[in-house]
Structure formats: C-alpha cells, structure tokens
C-alpha cells in the first residue's frame, strides 16, 4: 500500500457519493483536507487492511470476497471506478467486515470513522443521507431475500442482475460460471438456461461469454413483485 498525495480528481469522485449529497462545498472540502481522509495505492492482487472507513475507488477495480464455513471465498460484488463500499459496514466491528482484494492496481479514497462522526455531529445533512441510504439498503436487501427465498426463476436473476454494479457497456460481469450462478440462485441449472433464453428472445439481455448485457432495465424489473424499482 502506497499512501498518495490528494489530488483534484480524488476530491471530484468524493463529491458524487450518497454522503455528501446536498451538503456545501465547504463541508466537502473540510472533509478531504481532514486527516481522516487518505488516498492510497493497491497493487493488483493486494488485500486491503480492515478498516472502519467509507472507500471511493477512484482508479482500478475492487472485489469484496466472504468466507463460507469450508473456508472458500464467495464474490460478493465488484467496484469500479466510481464505486462506493463500507457505507454499510464503517460502524461495525473489524471482524464482520468483508475481504476486500484489488484485481489490478487501484487508487481508493478512504473516509475513516472518527472522520464521519465529526461529520455527523456538526452537519446534519450527512447524517440524513447516510440514514437515507441505509435504509434504502434495507429495504432493498428485504425484498430480495423475498424473492431469492419464494420468488419464479426469472424474479430471482432480474434480482440478482439488477443488484450488480455494470460497466460503461451496461454489462454484468459474472462471478462465476452459468451452472454456478444457478446454485447461488437456488434454481436448477435447466430453469437458468430457460430463462436465458427467454430473456435473449425478448430482447431484455444479451449474453457474452462470462458478462450478461442488460439491453432492456425496465423490462427486468417489470418481473419483480409489485413492479418494485432497485
């Protein structure tokens, strides 16, 4: 890990997350010249140190992994550039936390703990947005334990797919093979490869060997219960 200098461009990416979200430009500021506020450089493959902090990946990619009870890894999610993790977590203990590992070299912007209760307590502004945003979370995560526990095999990939970060091209890069996508959606494999199908017919997505491009949003998630929205 290389500690960077704070450059405009860190400070430009810190500005588009949900904290800081109708706050003054004089509160962000303040923030990023805190000491609370690092920059630093991970090499490709590099594991990041637990740490009770808000990260901004401002350059390269990032991959949140959990251990099972055999001791494999499971893919969790996927950050790019632009990508926002630990908002969910900064408050709970280190050993809850997720294993976060680099796939190539990657610049973070990170936002330590005592850095946001200063800022919850003298702005409420950022207090609201990080309680706006968790509960949002909640209710998200609710519905989709909903629909991966009962919901129709095409509830359950429209779920999954629109919970996944997408690239520039609107792909979604799978985790792992299509056989194994459907263990982790509780569906048999031939109900996954139907539903491919299906969806592919209907010009709702496409998919390129190990990345499914979403073509159609509105079409995947008229499939969730109640037209939910993510």
Known sequence: MQVLKKEPSFFDQMQQIPLFQKVSLSIQQAAFADEGCRCCR??????????RSVGVVCKGELQAFRQSSGGDEILLNIFRKGGVFGLAGAFLPESTLSLLRTRRQT???????????????????????YIAYLSGRVAFLAGRIGVISGGTAEQRLAMWLLSREETAQNE???????????????ISRASLYRVLDRLQQEKVLEKHG?????LDRGGLTDFLPDNGSI
């Open 172 to 186: 979604i890069l799978l985790p792992c093979s299509v056989a194994n996508l459907s263990g982790l959606l509780g």
């Open 107 to 129: 610049d973070i912007l990170f936002l330590e703990l005592p850095l946001l209760q200063k800022l919850f307590r003298t702005n409420a502004q950022t207090a609201e947005n």
């Open 42 to 51: 991970f090499l490709a493959g590099e594991t990041l140190p637990q740490s």
């Open 210 to 214: 190990h990345s499914i491009q979403i």
